[in-house]
């Protein structure tokens, strides 16, 4: 079976300012444009949990997709895998028809790295530890870098009662 989204040859893979490899536009990507799908095998989440705590894997390259299933890119999976995080992203992950596909959030130049918030989240609800924040700190540079891959837990305002 053919694929319905063309490659239309946006990205390449090259050494990241931020860390390890990154993805880079190879030209001009306008705001909005779908960009790549985030592929890899697909993983029942309670699987990975168990492979991870023996030890058999890690879950560097893995993307949620719902709250069975993730999306491992280190099987199978392709150059999506390397795209960084940053606290000041230029692109975001969307889910359609149980696929991930990234899109630009503004418009990209060319040779420009790609980046989404990852927004992380543990697992297993309610176990974030405060150790959790040195394992997932924030390498990206951004001039308003919250120093972690963690999503941000959002706070309840409280307004004042006028009476």
């Known amino acids: 079976m053919a ?8 990205v390449r893979v090259g050494r990241s300012r931020i860390i390890g490899k990154g993805v880079f536009a ?8 779908r960009i790549i799908e985030y ?6 989440l309670e699987n990975l949990l168990v492979e991870v705590v023996a030890g058999r894997i890690s879950p560097v ?22 795209i960084n995080h940053s606290c000041e992203p230029n692109c975001e992950a969307y889910s359609f028809d149980d696929r991930m596909y990234i899109y630009a959030m503004r418009d990209i130049v060319r040779g420009e790295e790609l980046t989404f918030d990852y927004k992380l989240s543990s697992a297993v609800k309610g176990s974030r530890k405060k150790a959790d924040t040195a394992a997932y700190a924030c390498c990206c540079g951004s001039e308003n870098c919250r120093g972690t891959m963690l999503a941000v837990k959002k706070r309840i305002r409280k307004t004042a009662q006028t009476g």
């Open 3 to 10: 694929d319905a989204q063309p490659n239309r040859d946006f």
């Open 39 to 44: 592929t890899g095998e697909r993983v029942p």
């Open 26 to 33: 190879k030209r001009k990507i306008p705001r909005g444009t």
């Open 61 to 82: 390259y893995t993307f949620r997709l719902n709250e069975t299933t993730v999306i491992d890119g280190a099987r199978n999976g392709n150059e999506s895998r390397f």
